[in-house]
């Protein structure tokens, strides 16, 4: 009896072992700050690295030690090259990139923002989301953020079935491990063009998003984060009007819904999203402050990594009451620490920020008020002024965050 029962107690063992091995690998995720060495951590960090993922900060096309290129496929080079500083820290290169968002301040740079592209991804291309927005910090002219895998042989580009290769420097979709990067879809149809009213335009953007889902097994349940970029305040509620259809009421993803000034392709709307491919470990985190929403969830919780809706300095209930910037950060601050804390999280748990502006005048301002949030360890950081000024509400930022729940 006991020669039977101990084979048997040896393979539970075995298998808790690999069970907790598993736990230990894909849960409990270190976090680690990418920094020049010797170099202080400012505002924001350079990069900080949670488990296999690098999350690296915005980077202009300023050269070190000051100034920047004069010509734009010079000015490309050198922002890449800055993203490339941050990965090599992290013992990683352009190879490692599964998702890059790229702001210019000129859509007419679209066709050389490529041409430098295939130089620094030949093969392999990462996720991309290219937008035309109002100012850069800086005085740059472009800026590129980035998010990079450490294993190779956990990174696989998505194609839907039946498309050819690209002539374009970037993958319709990257999966680096559980979750899947989709880059910006704009409303082309399958020939080219583009459908006649905008609400069919959204319809066709986000189908072009699901072709990706389906090639990857997933559909619009695993999102766990949206961005829609569209080029016309006015279209906003048309838009969320067609894009409620896709998610299931009080689940949907969290989301930053940004106003641009130009969109690649003559697209007016561009979406791309990051998706989760274990829906077992995506939750809707909703502070008690809040009802559900058709549109957007607070914040989603995938495995241990949190993605909070792009906030603005609103009150629950009772809509923009600051009038000065200070007022209106003070209240996003709030409302993000909302979510946070409905996660067990708080701001030291922040590992990266999108700030967008209403004004890049506001960017030092804005400064004063962010370190007082992040007095230590602060996030990667991505600000931009959106657009020329044509919105029509009240609200001068939103900030969206990433967070992520760590042994460290």
């Given at each position: 009896?006991?020669?039977?029962?101990?084979?048997?107690?040896?393979?539970?063992?075995?298998?808790?072992?690999?069970?907790?091995?598993?736990?230990s690998?894909?849960?409990?995720?270190?976090k680690?700050?990418?920094?020049?060495?010797?170099?202080?951590?400012?505002?924001?960090?350079?990069?900080?690295?949670?488990?296999k993922?690098?999350?690296?900060?915005?980077?202009?096309?300023?050269?070190?030690?000051?100034?920047?290129?004069?010509?734009?496929?010079?000015?490309?080079?050198?922002?890449?090259?800055?993203?490339?500083?941050?990965?090599?820290l992290?013992?990683?290169d352009?190879?490692?990139?599964?998702?890059?968002w790229?702001?210019?301040?000129d859509?007419?740079?679209?066709?050389e923002?490529?041409?430098?592209?295939?130089?620094?991804?030949?093969?392999n291309?990462?996720?991309?989301?290219?937008?035309?927005?109002?100012?850069i910090?800086?005085?740059?002219?472009i800026?590129?953020?980035?998010?990079?895998?450490?294993?190779?042989?956990?990174?696989?580009?998505?194609?839907?079935?039946g498309?050819?290769?690209?002539?374009?420097?970037?993958?319709?979709?990257?999966?680096?491990?559980?979750?899947?990067?989709?880059?910006?879809?704009?409303d082309q149809?399958?020939?080219?063009?583009?459908?006649?009213?905008?609400?069919?335009q959204?319809?066709?953007?986000?189908?072009?998003?699901d072709?990706?889902?389906?090639?990857?097994?997933?559909?619009?349940?695993?999102?766990?984060?949206?961005?829609?970029?569209?080029d016309?305040?006015?279209?906003?509620?048309?838009?969320?009007?067609?894009?409620?259809?896709?998610f299931?009421f009080?689940?949907?993803?969290?989301?930053?819904?940004?106003?641009?000034?130009?969109?690649?392709?003559g697209?007016?709307?561009?979406?791309?999203?990051?998706?989760?491919?274990?829906?077992?470990?995506?939750?809707v985190i909703?502070?008690?402050?809040?009802?559900?929403?058709?549109?957007?969830?607070?914040?989603?919780m995938?495995?241990?990594?949190?993605?909070?809706?792009a906030?603005?300095?609103?009150?629950p209930?009772?809509?923009?009451?600051?009038?000065?910037l200070?007022?209106q950060?003070?209240?996003?601050?709030?409302?993000?620490?909302?979510?946070?804390?409905?996660?067990?999280?708080?701001?030291?748990?922040?590992?990266?920020?999108?700030?967008?502006?209403?004004?890049?005048?506001?960017?030092?301002?804005?400064?004063?008020?962010?370190?007082?949030?992040?007095?230590?360890?602060?996030?990667?950081?991505?600000?931009?002024?959106?657009?020329?000024?044509?919105?029509?509400?009240?609200?001068?930022?939103q900030?969206?965050l990433?967070?992520?729940r760590?042994?460290?």
């Amino acid at each position: 009896m006991i020669k039977r029962i101990m084979p048997f107690c040896l393979m539970a063992l075995f298998l808790l072992g690999s069970v907790c091995a598993k736990v230990s690998d894909d849960i409990l995720l270190t976090k680690k700050f990418i920094a020049p060495p010797g170099s202080k951590i400012g505002l924001f960090s350079p990069g900080i690295m949670v488990g296999k993922t690098l999350y690296v900060a915005g980077k202009g096309d300023h050269i070190p030690g000051g100034g920047h290129p004069e010509t734009f496929p010079e000015q490309a080079r050198q922002c890449l090259e800055n993203v490339r500083s941050t990965l090599k820290l992290a013992n990683m290169d352009m190879e490692n990139v599964v998702k890059a968002w790229v702001v210019l301040d000129d859509l007419e740079n679209y066709n050389e923002l490529n041409k430098v592209f295939w130089e620094y991804f030949p093969k392999n291309h990462p996720a991309r989301t290219t937008l035309q927005v109002g100012k850069i910090p800086g005085d740059s002219h472009i800026e590129i953020t980035a998010i990079a895998y450490s294993k190779l042989s956990e990174i696989e580009i998505i194609r839907p079935p039946g498309s050819a290769a690209s002539n374009l420097p970037y993958s319709p979709g990257v999966l680096a491990g559980n979750t899947l990067y989709i880059s910006g879809k704009g409303d082309q149809l399958p020939d080219g063009s583009h459908p006649a009213t905008f609400k069919e335009q959204v319809r066709q953007a986000l189908e072009n998003v699901d072709s990706v889902l389906e090639a990857a097994g997933l559909d619009f349940r695993h999102v766990v984060w949206c961005n829609p970029y569209l080029d016309k305040y006015e279209n906003y509620s048309e838009m969320n009007s067609v894009y409620r259809e896709y998610f299931e009421f009080g689940k949907t993803p969290a989301r930053g819904t940004i106003f641009v000034d130009k969109i690649p392709g003559g697209s007016h709307i561009e979406i791309t999203c990051i998706a989760a491919t274990d829906l077992s470990t995506r939750k809707v985190i909703r502070p008690s402050n809040m009802e559900p929403s058709p549109t957007a969830s607070p914040a989603i919780m995938a495995g241990d990594i949190l993605y909070l809706s792009a906030k603005s300095g609103f009150v629950p209930g009772n809509g923009i009451v600051a009038k000065e910037l200070e007022g209106q950060l003070h209240q996003t601050f709030q409302n993000l620490l909302d979510g946070l804390q409905e996660s067990g999280l708080g701001f030291e748990n922040v590992v990266s920020a999108n700030v967008y502006l209403r004004d890049l005048e506001d960017f030092e301002r804005m400064n004063k008020i962010f370190r007082q949030y992040f007095t230590s360890g602060p996030p990667v950081r991505t600000t931009f002024q959106q657009n020329s000024g044509y919105e029509k509400n009240n609200a001068l930022e939103q900030i969206s965050l990433i967070a992520a729940r760590t042994t460290n």
